[in-house]
């Protein structure tokens, strides 16, 4: 048998029917029927439970050399996650036959098997393996020597993966710094005659420059001299690697590039132009590294002008990104957004964000393609990183860069290919921040250009004209608003409502960045501009619609109450609140819509009083599910999973909003508006912000309290209901403050308890309301005592056990201590609201304990038996079992 041939040297064999098994599992593995993969992934659960499973999969990838590449690296593959997942529980003897195998088979001739014996040797190491595989390190650096090729490549793969996952490990005492002996080691083949060893080198050494490795400060100097021996090395990799490494050295040790400082710069001028986009974004990468250096203005001064036109002419879109942005498709709007399109979002506490200072590189670009609908194309590359490195350049520049620019932006801005006008505007935004002074003669002629490029015939012209006038809508806001923030209002109006996604998208940043400078600029404009942004709802898709929330959330910011008016109420809501509706409780989408509705809840203060409780309750139900959750995930970890905090910051910031824009308009809302309704849900709603933020609403308490004491009209149940609940919220709140508005409230709460045929909610809530403003202010109420404690008592005793009954026993514990006199002739009731308790918290069954007892000694033992003798046997039995009276 071949494989009996292949593996003399090993102790373990393979059954030949199991290995078939094997065999046959890794072919069907690689089949496009998901039921053929569903019966594989149920196969390979079945087979780990046998630990020499794995024997099999690490015999197929080294051993087997008849079986196709494809299958053995798979067998690898696989083994590689049973390593992950269950390393832990392999045997002894098939962990360390794992790594044996590993070791003998380095230097396999196929690349696609060296590189994955490479990935299995990292992912053991990297489960905690390096101190207990002390030979691994050892040998590879050894193996490294090897006269065949494939060995000290395959070796160099390892170590290169090993160098990424456990860098500070390699520089620590743990495995006693084999970095000291490593370093050296990959500095010798810096000179190697293979271009992937010499690649493989550079990158393992790399991997320790921002970590300040003692063992590569040691060999700094050796090290710098060796990259620069290789700046023109013929392979592209390589290349590549030499530049990342000069980037993360001017980081972390400019003091040993300085005098090299004019090569270094003519160097990278040179590679930022690298026919491989790979090298010239690693490249480019320095420019954006050096502006944050304070040696840059003096260093980089006599470099501008063979700088800024490479750079300009990175900004260019290639031919591939154009193609991955479908650049040629003008017209998507109705192709549904793919999910992987749109970003997980994650929600900002509510709190001023302020515009970035300090042109921060990722933000440059922002709004123009880091949302690209394309994975490869949001990733980093040579058009943002030029961009990013001209924006933080022109920072540090400022008007010193102009005579460098301006002469190429106007053979880029009238170009008739769109390819380099479009690359013209985006120079023009990237250089908005850091040179605006020195832009401001030639924007008068320059804006007007690029409105016009709004309606450019290809839709990326006409998004990057939408970002690059965000970048200068402060200056257009200061100018005189016919000049250019009407027409410019016009037009961005009508990109938010284009036909491509991108421009829609690139509109709606672009507008909302306009609605913060223009702030009540904007408000002559008010009914064209929300027009505009309802239609959109019915137009936008998935993606897009998120970032018109924003939109109209920035708007109601900018205007405030200016947006309170009835025909702006009635064209914004509808959309908005249709779209609360159709969202589900745990739709992420919720996130934006609620931050929304929070600015136009504060911006329309009473005007959003009708959306209010709908709203308002959705927020209750989020912060309650969520700690729901939370608990279920405390008690049982294993079986539930971390509730999303975000859902309930989202609900409590919306509260606050809510709070904020009623608050001071609660007084004239609650004392005018006729309807009840309107004063029910008000009240209500008091009361429930008063539970959940209170410093909110205590400012107004002043001018709140004289509204309810006038609703305290059985007549309106709701209403008087309402306005009693939140009175006892407020009271528990405010504690001993409450004083000065006993006066206001309690008359009017003793009439309705006394009254007949009241309903008996409104009589719980009146006597808790009662019991909680005793509790709080006993001086102000306990004189009360004969007028209410008979009704009161009844229309407790039927409910359950709960926090606002408890609150309410606890008042009147307090009141009966302060005046026990007024208790005496309605004794008896007392006793069975006390016995209607199930289980009372400890203290309280105290305070009840020593009433009880105390009213049992002040009257004496015998006519205490004739008293209790009234009892009904249940009571007498209760108050005995629970109380010893």
């Given at each position: 048998?071949?494989?009996?041939?292949?593996?003399?040297?090993?102790?373990?064999?393979?059954?030949?029917?199991?290995?078939?098994?094997?065999?046959?599992?890794?072919?069907?593995?690689?089949?496009?029927?998901?039921?053929?993969?569903?019966?594989?992934?149920?196969?390979?659960?079945?087979?780990?439970?046998?630990?020499?499973?794995?024997?099999?999969?690490?015999?197929?990838?080294?051993?087997?050399?008849?079986?196709?590449?494809?299958?053995?690296?798979?067998?690898?593959?696989?083994?590689?996650?049973?390593?992950?997942?269950?390393?832990?529980?392999?045997?002894?003897?098939?962990?360390?036959?794992?790594?044996?195998?590993?070791?003998?088979?380095?230097?396999?001739?196929?690349?696609?098997?060296?590189?994955?014996?490479?990935?299995?040797?990292?992912?053991?190491?990297?489960?905690?393996?390096?101190?207990?595989?002390?030979?691994?390190?050892?040998?590879?650096?050894?193996?490294?020597?090897?006269?065949?090729?494939?060995?000290?490549?395959?070796?160099?793969?390892?170590?290169?993966?090993?160098?990424?996952?456990?860098?500070?490990?390699?520089?620590?005492?743990?495995?006693?710094?084999?970095?000291?002996?490593?370093?050296?080691?990959?500095?010798?083949?810096?000179?190697?005659?293979?271009?992937?060893?010499?690649?493989?080198?550079?990158?393992?050494?790399?991997?320790?420059?921002?970590?300040?490795?003692?063992?590569?400060?040691?060999?700094?100097?050796?090290?710098?001299?060796?990259?620069?021996?290789?700046?023109?090395?013929?392979?592209?990799?390589?290349?590549?690697?030499?530049?990342?490494?000069?980037?993360?050295?001017?980081?972390?040790?400019?003091?040993?590039?300085?005098?090299?400082?004019?090569?270094?710069?003519?160097?990278?001028?040179?590679?930022?132009?690298?026919?491989?986009?790979?090298?010239?974004?690693?490249?480019?990468?320095?420019?954006?590294?050096?502006?944050?250096?304070?040696?840059?203005?003096?260093?980089?001064?006599?470099?501008?002008?063979?700088?800024?036109?490479?750079?300009?002419?990175?900004?260019?879109?290639?031919?591939?990104?154009?193609?991955?942005?479908?650049?040629?498709?003008?017209?998507?709007?109705?192709?549904?957004?793919?999910?992987?399109?749109?970003?997980?979002?994650?929600?900002?506490?509510?709190?001023?964000?302020?515009?970035?200072?300090?042109?921060?590189?990722?933000?440059?670009?922002?709004?123009?393609?880091?949302?690209?609908?394309?994975?490869?194309?949001?990733?980093?590359?040579?058009?943002?990183?030029?961009?990013?490195?001209?924006?933080?350049?022109?920072?540090?520049?400022?008007?010193?860069?102009?005579?460098?620019?301006?002469?190429?932006?106007?053979?880029?801005?009238?170009?008739?290919?769109?390819?380099?006008?479009?690359?013209?505007?985006?120079?023009?935004?990237?250089?908005?921040?850091?040179?605006?002074?020195?832009?401001?003669?030639?924007?008068?002629?320059?804006?007007?250009?690029?409105?016009?490029?709004?309606?450019?015939?290809?839709?990326?012209?006409?998004?990057?004209?939408?970002?690059?006038?965000?970048?200068?809508?402060?200056?257009?806001?200061?100018?005189?608003?016919?000049?250019?923030?009407?027409?410019?209002?016009?037009?961005?109006?009508?990109?938010?409502?284009?036909?491509?996604?991108?421009?829609?998208?690139?509109?709606?940043?672009?507008?909302?960045?306009?609605?913060?400078?223009?702030?009540?600029?904007?408000?002559?404009?008010?009914?064209?501009?929300?027009?505009?942004?309802?239609?959109?709802?019915?137009?936008?898709?998935?993606?897009?619609?998120?970032?018109?929330?924003?939109?109209?959330?920035?708007?109601?910011?900018?205007?405030?109450?200016?947006?309170?008016?009835?025909?702006?109420?009635?064209?914004?809501?509808?959309?908005?609140?249709?779209?609360?509706n159709e969202l589900k409780d745990e739709d992420k989408d919720l996130f934006p819509l609620l931050e929304c509705l929070s600015s136009v809840a504060t911006a329309l203060q009473s005007g959003f009083l009708p959306y209010c409780e709908p709203v308002y309750q959705r927020c209750v139900t989020l912060v309650q599910k969520t700690l729901a959750q939370a608990m279920m995930y405390s008690q049982h970890p294993d079986q539930y999973e971390t509730p999303d905090k975000d859902f309930m910051i989202v609900a409590l910031d919306l509260l606050s909003g809510l709070a904020e824009g009623l608050g001071a308009m609660w007084n004239i809302l609650c004392f005018q508006d006729t309807m009840p309704e309107v004063r029910q849900s008000s009240f209500a709603l008091l009361g429930d912000l008063t539970k959940a933020c209170f410093p909110h609403v205590k400012p107004c308490i002043a001018e709140f309290m004289p509204i309810l004491g006038l609703n305290l009209n059985p007549e309106f149940i709701s209403v008087c209901n309402n306005a009693t609940w939140a009175i006892g919220e407020i009271s528990i709140q405010m504690g001993t403050e409450m004083q000065p508005y006993v006066g206001m409230v309690l008359p009017n709460l003793v009439e309705i308890i006394n009254r007949p045929n009241t309903p008996k909610t409104l009589l719980e809530n009146t006597a808790i309301t009662i019991g909680r403003l005793g509790y709080v202010c006993p001086q102000e109420v306990a004189p009360q005592l004969p007028q209410f404690i008979r009704p009161w008592c009844s229309s407790l005793r039927n409910i359950r056990d709960?926090?606002?009954?408890?609150?309410?026993?606890?008042?009147?514990?307090?009141?009966?201590?302060?005046?026990?006199?007024?208790?005496?002739?309605?004794?008896?009731?007392?006793?069975?609201?006390?016995?209607?308790?199930?289980?009372?918290?400890?203290?309280?069954?105290?305070?009840?304990?020593?009433?009880?007892?105390?009213?049992?000694?002040?009257?004496?033992?015998?006519?205490?038996?004739?008293?209790?003798?009234?009892?009904?046997?249940?009571?007498?039995?209760?108050?005995?079992?629970?109380?010893?009276?």
């Open positions: 048998l071949v494989w009996a041939v292949l593996c003399k040297k090993m102790e373990w064999q393979p059954d030949e029917q199991g290995l078939q098994q094997v065999l046959q599992l890794l072919k069907d593995s690689q089949s496009p029927n998901t039921v053929t993969q569903r019966a594989v992934q149920q196969k390979l659960e079945q087979l780990n439970q046998f630990p020499d499973f794995n024997n099999y999969l690490i015999f197929v990838l080294t051993c087997l050399k008849t079986e196709d590449e494809p299958t053995r690296s798979l067998s690898g593959l696989i083994l590689k996650n049973n390593v992950k997942a269950h390393y832990q529980n392999f045997p002894p003897a098939v962990a360390d036959f794992i790594k044996r195998e590993c070791l003998n088979n380095i230097g396999d001739p196929s690349p696609l098997i060296r590189a994955t014996i490479g990935i299995l040797i990292t992912t053991i190491a990297s489960k905690g393996e390096l101190q207990t595989w002390p030979e691994l390190l050892p040998q590879l650096c050894n193996l490294l020597n090897s006269e065949d090729y494939n060995t000290c490549e395959g070796s160099f793969g390892a170590l290169q993966k090993i160098c990424e996952d456990s860098s500070e490990l390699l520089d620590s005492d743990a495995l006693n710094r084999p970095l000291n002996i490593m370093i050296p080691k990959f500095l010798q083949f810096f000179k190697h005659c293979s271009p992937k060893i010499r690649s493989h080198a550079i990158a393992c050494v790399n991997q320790f420059i921002i970590g300040r490795a003692q063992a590569l400060m040691d060999h700094i100097d050796t090290f710098i001299e060796s990259l620069f021996a290789l700046a023109a090395d013929e392979d592209s990799e390589v290349r590549k690697n030499v530049c990342r490494a000069l980037v993360m050295l001017l980081e972390v040790r400019v003091d040993r590039l300085i005098p090299h400082m004019h090569s270094i710069i003519q160097y990278m001028l040179q590679r930022t132009q690298d026919p491989d986009e790979n090298v010239a974004l690693e490249a480019c990468e320095f420019w954006l590294t050096l502006a944050e250096q304070p040696i840059c203005k003096e260093v980089l001064s006599g470099h501008l002008a063979q700088l800024t036109p490479i750079l300009v002419n990175g900004m260019k879109y290639s031919e591939i990104d154009i193609i991955l942005l479908k650049g040629d498709v003008e017209e998507d709007e109705a192709v549904p957004d793919s999910e992987q399109d749109i970003k997980p979002r994650f929600h900002k506490s509510r709190t001023v964000t302020l515009q970035h200072e300090g042109g921060e590189a990722e933000d440059e670009e922002d709004d123009d393609d880091d949302d690209d609908d394309d994975d490869t194309l949001s990733d980093w590359n040579l058009r943002k990183c030029s961009a990013a490195a001209l924006d933080v350049l022109a920072n540090v520049f400022r008007d010193e860069l102009l005579p460098h620019l301006l002469p190429l932006l106007k053979g880029l801005l009238f170009h008739p290919d769109w390819v380099v006008k479009e690359s013209g505007i985006l120079v023009l935004g990237a250089v908005a921040e850091g040179c605006m002074q020195g832009m401001v003669p030639y924007l008068p002629e320059l804006i007007p250009h690029l409105i016009q490029s709004l309606c450019d015939k290809k839709a990326l012209v006409r998004s990057i004209a939408c970002w690059t006038l965000s970048r200068y809508a402060h200056w257009v806001v200061s100018q005189p608003p016919d000049s250019y923030l009407k027409p410019l209002m016009t037009e961005l109006l009508k990109r938010i409502l284009d036909s491509n996604k991108r421009v829609q998208e690139a509109a709606c940043s672009a507008f909302a960045t306009l609605e913060e400078e223009a702030c009540t600029e904007l408000v002559p404009y008010l009914g064209f501009i929300l027009d505009t942004l309802v239609f959109a709802f019915g137009k936008y898709q998935h993606k897009n619609l998120l970032i018109l929330y924003d939109a109209i959330g920035t708007l109601a910011d900018s205007v405030g109450h200016h947006l309170n008016q009835s025909e702006y109420i009635q064209k914004l809501m509808p959309p908005l609140i249709n779209k609360w709960n926090e606002e009954k408890d609150s309410a026993f606890r008042g009147i514990c307090v009141m009966i201590g302060v005046n026990p006199g007024g208790v005496v002739q309605d004794f008896i009731f007392f006793c069975d609201a006390v016995a209607s308790w199930v289980s009372p918290k400890d203290d309280l069954r105290e305070m009840f304990y020593k009433i009880l007892h105390g009213f049992k000694d002040q009257v004496g033992e015998e006519n205490w038996q004739q008293f209790s003798a009234q009892f009904p046997p249940l009571l007498k039995e209760r108050l005995s079992a629970c109380y010893g009276v």
